[in-house]
């Protein structure tokens, strides 16, 4: 495949890209760094549509394990669900409650029915009642080492989870500028480490995917628009690479809601969104094979990163114990 075909077939994947377009106006000044295995990653990020609620880092790591081979784990298909049973992920028992109710109404109705509750509760139909209960909000969703844990388990410890912490409560600010600069030179060269990343940050320094027409290809063409910023949430997003154009550097975030879809963001505000803001750490997970744990960990060190567990405010609640107070 030729590099333009390359370029073309991962512009495809933005929202809202005209790829043509992208090519025609400025093909000879971008360059595209896609992690490995994208086209195979994107697929499957496809496939799982929405995440549920509070499920955003087991959903994130579901699509990048499926896309790297691991489909199913102990009989079961590796979803956001099945991913977020095993990373402990804490949800609201009051979504438990209604959704048990639920569950005894379709099994009363007519096939359409049932199917028509189904959708219209999505975001609350997990698979698994066995999660983590929590009624404090700043609790809910994953914690650094659950989404850490369910990799290593799904994988059999054939990949590594790797915590790199950008941002810490008691130092402050970890991913300064030019740390940021070494991150995306080892975003680029990702495929020497054959390296995934998964970021933990808070959404309130991302401008709106949703509400900004055609904003990835508005970035690629330097054309000017209001800003429009999203809410202030703490999430987790697959990063997907990286696309340069001139001096200018964009990263690919993979959304967990098709409605923000797979688009571009300054570099730079996804280092002030990596630090946070909200009195919470943040964080990146890098997933490589573990033949390479051990190159990918002393670069990085080598390279001046923390590579510690962050505080999200997620607990990680083992199978022992099940509900936080």
């Excluded at 030729?2 to 073309?8: L, N």
């Excluded at 744990?293 to 022992?320: A, C, Y």
């Amino acid at each position: 495949m030729s590099q333009y075909s390359r370029m073309r077939e991962i512009l495809s994947t933005l929202k809202d890209v005209d790829a043509e377009k992208i090519l025609q106006s400025i093909g000879d000044r971008i360059r595209v760094y896609p992690t490995p295995r994208y086209l195979e990653i994107h697929r499957e990020y496809l496939s799982e549509l929405d995440q549920k609620e509070s499920l955003c880092g087991a959903f994130a790591a579901a699509y990048i394990l499926r896309g790297l081979g691991y489909r199913s784990h102990r009989g079961e298909a590796v979803d956001q669900d099945y991913v977020a049973y095993i990373a402990r992920v804490n949800v609201d028992p009051r979504d438990l409650e209604k959704l048990k109710r639920l569950k005894l109404e379709v099994v009363r109705l007519p096939r359409e029915k049932a199917e028509e509750i189904m959708r219209r509760n999505r975001d609350i139909w997990y698979k698994f009642d066995d999660l983590p209960t929590t009624l404090k909000p700043h609790e809910l969703g994953a914690s650094p080492e659950g989404v850490i844990h369910a990799i290593h388990e799904i994988s059999m410890s054939e990949l590594r989870a790797i915590p790199v912490k950008t941002v810490s409560k008691m130092e402050g600010e970890l991913l300064t500028e030019d740390k940021m600069m070494d991150l995306l030179d080892i975003i680029r060269r990702s495929g020497e480490y054959d390296a995934q990343f998964i970021l933990n940050l808070n959404t309130r320094h991302l401008l709106d995917s949703e509400k900004i027409p055609r904003l990835s290809e508005k970035l690629l063409l330097g054309e000017e628009f209001q800003e429009i910023f999203r809410e202030s949430v703490g999430h987790y997003i697959g990063c997907g690479g990286l696309i340069e154009v001139d001096d200018r550097c964009f990263l690919i975030l993979r959304e967990t809601y098709r409605r923000y879809g797979v688009h571009l963001q300054p570099a730079e505000y996804v280092r002030r969104a990596l630090l946070r803001g909200d009195g919470r750490e943040g964080g990146i997970i890098i997933v490589a094979p573990a033949s390479l744990e051990g190159k990918v960990r002393g670069m990085l060190l080598n390279r001046g990163f923390r590579l510690e567990i962050w505080d999200n405010g997620s607990p990680f609640i083992p199978f022992t114990s099940q509900r936080t107070s």
